[in-house]
């Protein structure tokens, strides 16, 4: 792939995650969090809101990384191999995870749930094939 084309595609995967970013306020309202989640003794709770914290900073970061510093992204140097690979794998297991290990008969089969997640797997899948291909750049 052209490094122009890639960059342009790496730098919308970063708007991509900062739009999730953002849109990440209304899951739990969606999948309606406050009721499961106050079943929950305090640690596990604690520590769901915890990983959820670390979750969506990793997000932020990617969106920041690849929409203010894609070219550090595609300089060839292992770093970036590194970090591309990383993100690939990160974006690679959620689509896996979706498919392969959620329980998704507890959310409400509404037409706004059903796009929102055609969305995000389109999402993932884009983010999961950008990043792959940033990565088999830095190493070609």
């Not at 003794?41 to 900073?57: D, E, S, V």
Request: proline fraction near 4%; hydrophobic fraction near 55%.
């Amino acid at each position: 792939m052209e490094k122009e084309l890639l960059n342009t595609a790496v730098i919308l995967a970063g708007v991509g995650q900062l739009i999730l970013v953002a849109a990440s306020a209304v899951i739990p309202r969606c999948l309606d969090w406050k009721g499961p989640l106050s079943d929950l003794p305090k640690l596990m709770r604690q520590l769901f809101w915890t990983y959820a914290g670390y979750i969506l900073a990793m997000h932020f970061f990617f969106g920041l990384v690849s929409t203010f510093g894609s070219q550090l992204l595609l300089d060839g140097t292992p770093q970036a191999a590194l970090l591309c690979g990383m993100m690939m794998t990160w974006w690679g297991v959620r689509i896996a995870l979706q498919f392969f290990c959620f329980d998704r008969t507890g959310i409400p089969r509404t037409r706004f749930n059903t796009l929102a997640e055609v969305m995000l797997v389109a999402l993932f899948l884009y983010l999961t094939l950008t990043y792959g291909a940033a990565l088999y750049f830095n190493v070609g």
